[in-house]
């Protein structure tokens, strides 16, 4: 059994910053990648940053320069810290962790509950 939480989430006004947390915990035997989704109402989900395992993180071009992705292995956690942000920053975000159990060699896709985020101009 694996848990994924969120946390960090909530009310900014446009130019602020939050600091966003996912941990994992549970019979883990090994953490892949850890990424950050983000939902606007109305649209799809969309990939903001992925952290890879060992790798340089990725960004989607709106928000390079201001996000950064981050992850302290020991504690199963990643992080996402959220830079001068705009009212269009405005979603719900998840983070996904992909990794492997000791009771399974394959790997999974594990899902946070979401955090919103919402941006005042």
């Keep these: 059994q694996v848990h994924v939480v969120e946390s960090g ?7 602020g910053s939050l600091r966003l947390s996912c941990a994992a915990s ?14 606007a ?6 990939l903001v940053a992925r952290m890879p395992s ?8 709106a928000v390079k320069g201001r996000f950064t992705v981050s992850r302290d292995t020991a504690k199963s956690t990643v992080y996402l810290q959220m830079n001068s942000l ?7 975000y998840y983070c996904n962790i992909n990794l492997i159990l000791w009771s399974d ?5 594990y899902w946070g509950q979401g955090t919103q985020v919402t941006v005042s101009s």
């Excluded at 989430?9 to 130019?15: D, N």
């Excluded at 549970?26 to 939902?39: A, L, T």
């Excluded at 109402?41 to 969309?46: A, L």
């Design 41 to 46: 109402p109305g649209k799809q989900r969309e």
């Design 105 to 109: 060699s394959r790997s999974h896709d």
């Design 54 to 61: 060992g790798g340089t993180p990725n960004y989607l071009d």
């Design 26 to 39: 549970g019979s883990i035997r090994r953490i892949n990648g850890m990424d950050w989704y983000r939902q």
């Design 86 to 92: 705009k009212p269009e920053d405005t979603g719900v």
């Design 9 to 15: 989430g909530g009310l900014v006004q446009a130019g």
